[in-house]
Every structure is written in structure tokens, then in C-alpha cells.
């Protein structure tokens, strides 16, 4: 369901210097408040350039929730220099490629390409964080791609429309309740004065994190940044209010009904992240956690539910510990046929009183902890997954330092606080339950998805 993701402290180095503790980031801040982080990669003549603003749904508030992944489409429709839909065609000119994704916390912007073309993605870049010009009939074209995403990936989706109608109600008044993609009423009255708004208040490089990561010298890097983004203005980020979850007071329950041949199940415990958790070593523990319950095909319940005692196709556990506000501990699972999502709820919860009444073994821990950090190890393989890694952690506020540490903190879990994390959170009054019921679906229409 949602992949294991590893976790911060603030370092800031003059420009130039040799990063901290041996780590090969380098750490660059300009004038105009736009932090550049360099990480070298000398494997292949690549280089991934990343630049990661601080805003995405859980800036939003309701009547405009969706539009920061509308603006990410938008950022594509041109500049004055640029005409739309031109972007990405100089980016494939220079045999390089490019994309965009939105998360709840932030949107960011890619290129991939060969080392000596880093200039043209900076320059690119740089154009459109000032420049856009925001044209309202491409700004109705796109709303339309964009509610028309919506409608195949939520909409015609019970399990995704599921999760969506989960979320709104395991949370209150956190911003996590909204959907990324935004509401369908919210996405038919935004406007490009909206837009335009929007772009202004968070498009600005002191708002934004450059990440580069590849076959480079640093220092070129900086110097390159500085040529076509330090004379760009910054200006006044409106502060991020806290907006903290209202604390549950009892289990919720949801019942969707949609057309679709299988039922589904999910569940969600509110949970700290890296950032919000009153002792950080509780939120290793849960990613630990995690591992126990669903990491692999020895872990507890694909061997106890899905083969043993077979009531269920697949049961998966997801947590993300690198968010900005506390989130779910979440577990999925499709029943098996013939058996009900009651029946795996109540499997899936005696497995949960098991780890809060008996301590893990030493032997099973050890397991685990190997293959959460192998995925770590595993992930860092990838010249884009270590950019992701430090725009991540830069944006949510916890500093790019945080993923040296993870192996170290992993290790460090015990089995007293795996116990003691599965009793303090994973209890009826914070938890979640969703459960899709499937209505008959027209012939080629079927689809458990």
C-alpha cells in the first residue's frame, strides 16, 4: 500500500564548505532564501535536478482544495518567455525527461539528464518560479484534465473512492482529511484569479528547496544556481498555521457502497510522525512496527492471515514517518473469497493484542530491523530516490541529516518499545475503520479496483 519511508536536525554550511559527519551533501543557501543541496553520484554522467516548493494540500482549506496540484499542471502553460506546452519538449530536445507530482506537503518539479545539460534545467526552472503568465483559457482546459483524473482515479475506483471517504472521516480538522487531487465541487469553482493568487503567495525561491543529485562538482552546481536563480526576488511566505488534530475520543466507523467484486477493508490508528512525536524513538518504533506486521512475506500477517489461516488475499501495513503533521498507522486488506471484513478485522486485531501482550523475539527483531534497512540501502541505489530523499525531509521541516541517521535509529528499537508504541496508539479510541461493501458491477465494467 504505502512503501516503508525512512526520516532530521538543521545544518547550514557557508557556501563551499565540506558537508558534515562524512555525509556527501552539500549544503548551499543564496540571497534570496533559496536553499541548494548537492549530492555526487559519479556512477554515471546523470544528474537529477529537483526543486521542491513548500506547499501542497495540507496548505489548503476548503473551497480550494485541489488547486496546488492544479497549479503543478499549470506550471507547463507557459511563461512569457516559454509558450506553453514547450517545457517539456526542450527538456526531451536535450535527451533528458521531466514530470511533476503533488503531495500533502509539497510540490515538486523534476529533470533527468545528461551532466552537461544541467544549465538548460536550471533555466527553465528559474523562468517558470517567476514568470508564469497563467492563461485562463489553458487554465480551463486544464481544471477539465484535471477533475477528469479525478474521476478515473478516485471516482471509478472503489478502493481509491474508499481511502478518500476514510480520510475525511479519521480525520476532523487536520488537513490530511482533503484529498491531494481536491474536491469535485472544490475543483469546479476554482478560478485562475485563484490560481494566480496561490502562485504568488508560495512560488518564491525562499519557499524553495534545489536539490541536485549526480555526476557534478558542488561547487559548480552553486555557481550555476546562483547565475540563474539568485537574482530572482523573494518575497513574504505566509507562516503555516499548526492546524493539529482534534484528539479522537472514540472508534469511527464508514461504510462505502460502490460497484466493484470485491470487498476491502482499512483501517487507520492516529499516530505522531518523526516531527511530532513526543519521544522520536517512537516513531522508529512504528516503522519497525510496521515491518513486523506486513514487511515481507514472513512477517506476522501475511503468514498468520493470508496463508495460515487464509482469510484474506493480501494484508498490508503502511506508515510514513517523514510528514509534517501526525498521520495514520494504516492496514489494508481483501478478504479472501467467501470470508467477510469482519472476519479479517478481528484476525488482524488479535494479531495487534498479540503484540501489545508479548514482546517480539530477539530473533524475529533482528529480521525485521535487516529488512527495513535493506529497503533503506536499497532505495538510496537510485540517483532519484536520493534527491527525493532530501527534498523530502528539507521540505517537511526536518533537514536532509535525518536520512544518515535512519540506519542508526532503526537499530537502536527495542522490543520494550515496539510494546509499548502497539499499546499507546494502536487502541479502538484513535482508530479508523472503512469498509467497502461492492455493489453488482455491468460485465466489462468489473474490476476490484
Known sequence: MLPLVLAALLLVLPAGAAPASGSPVHEYMLDNGLKLLVREDHRAPVVVSQIWYKVGGSNEHSGITGISHVLEHMMFKGTAKIPPGKFSKIIAANG???????????????????????????????????????????????????????????????????????????????PYKNPIIGWRDDLDSLTVADLRDWYQRWYTPNNATLVVVGDVVPDEVHALAQQHFGSLPKRPVPPVKPRRETPQQGMRRITVRAHAQLPYLLMGYKVPVLKTAAEEWEAY????????????????????????????????????????????????????????????????????????????????????????IAQSVYERDSVFYQAMQLGQLETVGLGWQRADEYVDRVRAVTREQLQQVAKKYLVDDGLTVAVLEPLPVAGAQAGGE
Request: net charge negative; hydrophobic share 40%; charged share 30%.
Open 285 to 372: 518504533a512504528l516503522e519497525v512496527l510496521a515491518g513486523v506486521l506486513a514487511g515481507g512475506e514472513s512477517a506476522r500477517f501475511p503468514r498468520r492471515i493470508v496463508r495460515e489461516q487464509q482469510l484474506a488475499a493480501g494484508v498490508d501495513v503502511g506508515y510514513n514517518l517523514w510528514g509534517r503533521y501526525s498521520d495514520l498507522f494504516l492496514v489494508d486488506a481483501t478478504p479472501s473469497e467467501g470470508q467477510t471484513a469482519a472476519g479479517v478485522e478481528a484476525a488482524i486485531r488479535a494479531e495487534i493484542t498479540r503484540l501489545q501482550n508479548e514482546l517480539v523475539s530477539e530473533e524475529e527483531l533482528r529480521r525485521v530491523k535487516a529488512q527495513v
Open 96 to 174: 533528458g525527461q521531466d514530470n511533476a507530482f503533488t503531495g500533502k506537503d509539497y510540490t515538486a518539479y523534476f529533470q533527468q539528464l545528461e551532466r552537461s545539460r544541467l544549465a538548460v534545467s536550471f533555466e527553465l526552472e528559474a523562468d517558470r518560479m517567476l514568470n508564469l503568465t497563467l492563461p485562463e483559457d489553458e487554465f480551463m482546459k486544464e481544471r477539465q484534465v484535471v477533475i477528469e483524473e479525478r474521476r478515473l482515479r478516485t471516482e471509478d475506483r472503489p478502493r481509491a473512492l474508499t481511502y478518500e471517504q476514510f480520510n475525511a472521516v479519521a480525520f476532523l480538522n487536520s
